[in-house]
């Protein structure tokens, strides 16, 4: 199935856009850390410089067989990468879903970004009819991402084991939301 699929997704504060490859030299200080990644399964790799290289490449293999992908999320004032957010098409114990996923450079947490570009990438797969479902797949212990995915009408599905982790399945439906007008 083939997916349009475009950045430029916009909101009062944020834009985005798609990572690329030179990305990574601001994404490893993501990975410096350890707070921010600790919910994340790195799959034995620790080198800061290497994830963020890995990570970015494995978006541009996303982009290019149209699985989606994260998009780098800009301030609009400063045009600063502080994070990245987008829909990913995963396979989860046989089932195709999209999902929404953000993660934040740390100093930029509490501040609302992720609540409010996670919706516009809700609003994206809907209004565009990519998809009539949304999922976030967030660990069992991660609830500032829980909390996000509340915030965006998502409700608690079933608990799943998923890439080595405990998993909620957080989902929200095109018709359970008000449309967009």
Known sequence: MSYEYKDGIETERLITRFLTLEDAEVWKNFFEDKEAIKYLNLQGVVDPVQLAKNWMERTQWRYSVNKLGFQAVLLKETKELIGICGLLLQDVNGEKMVEI???FMRKHWGKGY???IAAAFKNYAFNTN???KVVSLINIHNTPSQRVAERNDMTRGKQ???FEQDI???EVKAS???PNV
């Open 101 to 103: 996923g953000y993660h």
């Open 114 to 116: 992720a609540t409010e």
């Open 130 to 132: 990519l998809t009539d």
């Open 160 to 162: 799943i084991w998923w």
């Open 168 to 170: 909620y399945v957080y």
């Open 176 to 178: 359970t939301i008000a």
